[in-house]
């Protein structure tokens, strides 16, 4: 109690949002059908 631990994001443009819709857009035009995230789409995923 009496403690607190904050993690804040800004984003002060949307360009780097921008970014990853294009990019998500060129990668998934070459997978088959399916569910995907980020993740998929950064190669952050393991195994």
Do not use: C, T
């Not at 360009?15 to 190669?43: C, E, H, I, K």
């Amino acid at each position: 109690i009496g403690e607190r631990l904050e993690l804040i994001h800004r984003a002060h443009s949307r360009d780097n949002f921008a970014r990853g819709a294009v990019r998500a857009a060129l990668w998934v035009v070459n997978q088959s059908p399916g569910l995907y995230d980020m993740q998929d789409v950064l190669g952050l995923k393991q195994g």
